[in-house]
């Protein structure tokens, strides 16, 4: 039996305890937001948040990162992991960091994102607010959430807590938990089930037929139409759970012998990410254009990814259609009407 | 004879700020950095001056008089890189608000409107009379981005300045957008490397360090007016302030340096 309940009367407790022991990153407000940001007090842990600015994945991925750093010739790891618990995710996130794992690990594996994210505890969280841009429900359904440590629910009187892992198990130490009962079981299954009615936008079609029809749809004069008003400016990619591409420049400390070997997020929807340089001080961009930057993303989320990922690389969280100055960038519109074609 | 970098620092129309904000820098580092370059010209801290080869040069302020082509062109044939140094010998800056009108030389000056140093014509950056390599962006210029600038150019290496937007500085801070909070903002279109600093602290980016190098200005006017909830004139007008120059309606088109 791996599912216990706490009562609200003790939850404050519980979470007291493990940010007392434990560094705690959770769902904080920020201004009219939520953020991901440590837990100092238990008040602050925001479990009725709709989304997040940016997506938990910062905490192994930060938008900037320190690679190495150097000192002359010599260079030093700046790879120093930190065990966090990551609190209150949702499971569209979960999601998205299961698909960052299997990219970060392939190949040549990138300790620098794996190292912090070993030793993180994930636990997640259902949804008590649906952001007012979420499709959730209907991207990638065959994709179960995974790679999490526990669970928590919300029901009447306290929180179902599903502990999956022995990370997971290891915080029921902090908190008077009790075994669940049938009942609590149940409504929580329900809660968990009945959100996924409530996302205001929904794909008309299934992932697999997407996939197949976007990609050929690459020569489509929709393209233009669609990225018309885009300023470039790469919103869309920077609050993305699932996007992982990044820049990686030295930099000299003011005394020109020591220094960083630095990584930022980058994102293909910004004009520079196709540049490159060619001999002579020459540049060419192999994606000049809004359309084919545009294009290329969408392409990224419902295509090309969806054999080594099994499911696309798209989660439904909405991020990118609320970040999106020009509202040009929501997913759902745009799939739905390629899929009409 | 020393081998260290040489640098010396030049002024035309321009508040002087951005040599301010390098003698802002502090003692440690600034004295740190002297260790690597020779200073041998700066007006604003020393009284030397040279007629040597420069390595580097940076040039503050704007082209607004042909009578400092002369100047400028010395200072180019003399130094192996030119930088922009600051708004205003980037993009012409502020300076630039003077270029779609006609009638400020009477109220700015009043009873010496005619004297004959104050003939100017458009402000212009300083790219629009000689070849310059890099601009240092932003009113002020950002010191933590000179020292990068001046690393790189010291250990040979070409430096990089931002050609994104402010909006990707914003995400990364987790800012919230200034759209969201029913305000409006230039973050779009404004070139970024600031680091963000104005939306976070709850104030519109005005795009100090002009526009990216494609910005979309249709776009921008359209969403200040539809979620920014200004008027057309006020919307078309509201990128002036700093990036007259950069505009599609600029009455000289800017060559971008930034390679």
């Given at each position: 039996m791996n599912a216990y309940f706490i009562k609200d009367t003790?939850?404050?407790?519980?979470?007291?305890?493990?940010?007392?022991?434990?560094?705690?990153?959770?769902?904080?407000a920020k201004k009219t937001r939520f953020v991901f940001d440590q837990i100092k007090k238990p008040e602050d842990l925001r479990l009725d948040y709709d989304v997040t600015i940016l997506p938990p994945k910062k905490l192994f991925f930060p938008p900037r990162q320190e690679l190495v750093r150097f000192h002359g010739q010599k260079a030093s790891s700046c790879i120093h992991p930190e065990g966090t618990i990551l609190f209150g995710v949702h499971f569209y996130d979960i999601k998205a960091i299961d698909m960052t794992d299997q990219l970060f690990r392939e190949t040549n594996p990138d300790w620098n994102y794996l190292a912090n994210r070993e030793c993180s505890t994930i636990i997640g969280s259902n949804i008590q607010n649906v952001y007012k841009r979420a499709f959730f429900s209907s991207v990638g359904k065959g994709v179960e959430p995974k790679g999490h440590d526990g669970f928590i629910t919300k029901i009447s009187g306290g929180y179902v807590y599903d502990a999956i892992t022995a990370k997971g198990k290891n915080l029921l130490k902090f908190g008077a938990f009790t075994d669940a009962t049938e009942a609590q079981l149940t409504e929580a299954s329900k809660a968990n089930k009945e959100v996924l009615d409530k996302c205001p936008e929904k794909l008309n079609n299934e992932s697999l037929e997407i996939s197949e029809k976007v990609r050929n749809q690459f020569k489509s004069p929709m393209w233009k139409e669609f990225s018309e008003k885009c300023f470039s400016c790469g919103s869309c990619n920077l609050v993305c759970p699932t996007c992982y591409c990044f820049d990686v420049q030295d930099n000299w400390n003011v005394d020109q012998q020591t220094g960083v070997r630095e990584r930022t997020w980058d994102g293909c929807l910004l004009e520079d990410f196709s540049t490159c340089s060619?001999?002579?001080?020459?540049?060419?961009?192999?994606?000049?254009?809004?359309?084919?930057?545009?294009r290329h993303r969408i392409m990224r989320k419902t295509s090309y990814l969806t054999a080594k990922l099994g499911g696309p690389a798209c989660v439904g969280c909405g991020r990118c259609a609320g970040a999106c100055t020009a509202d040009i960038a929501d997913p759902v519109p745009v799939i739905n009407r390629l899929m009409e074609v | 004879m020393s081998d260290k970098v040489k640098i010396a620092y030049f002024d035309f129309a321009s508040c002087e700020g951005?040599?301010?904000?390098?003698?802002?820098?502090?003692?440690?580092?600034?004295?740190?950095?002297?260790?690597?370059?020779?200073v041998v010209e700066f007006r604003?801290?020393?009284?030397?001056k040279t007629t040597q080869r420069i390595n580097i040069s940076f040039i503050e302020g704007s082209f607004t008089r042909e009578s400092d082509r002369k100047r400028l062109?010395?200072?180019r044939n003399r130094s192996d890189i030119v930088i922009a140094y600051g708004a205003c010998a980037a993009t012409g800056g502020i300076n630039a608000l003077k270029n779609h009108q006609s009638d400020y030389k009477q109220d700015v000056y009043g009873k010496d409107a005619d004297m004959p140093h104050l003939e100017s014509t458009f402000a212009l950056p300083v790219s629009a009379a000689i070849k310059v390599d890099y601009s240092l962006n932003g009113c002020p210029m950002d010191r933590n981005e000179f020292i990068r600038v001046v690393s790189h150019l010291v250990h040979g290496k070409q430096p990089v300045i931002p050609n994104y937007p402010v909006c990707v500085e914003c995400k990364m801070n987790e800012t919230v957008c200034r759209y969201e909070l029913g305000d409006h903002c230039l973050g779009m279109v404004a070139r970024a490397g600031c680091g963000a600093p104005c939306p976070a602290d709850g104030i519109p980016c005005e795009a100090c360090r002009g526009f990216v190098d494609n910005p979309n200005e249709e776009s921008l006017i359209t969403t200040l007016m539809e979620k920014g909830g200004l008027s057309r004139e006020r919307a078309e007008a509201r990128s002036r302030m700093f990036a007259a120059n950069c505009r599609a309606d600029a009455p000289h088109k800017i060559e971008t340096p930034n390679k």
């Open positions: 003790d939850f404050t407790q519980f979470l007291g305890k493990m940010i007392e022991a434990h560094k705690v990153v959770g769902p904080k060619l001999t002579g001080g020459h540049k060419e961009n192999f994606r000049e254009t809004r359309a084919s930057r545009y | 951005c040599q301010i904000e390098m003698t802002n820098f502090g003692d440690a580092a600034f004295l740190e950095l002297l260790n690597h370059v020779e604003e801290a020393m009284s030397e062109e010395d200072i």
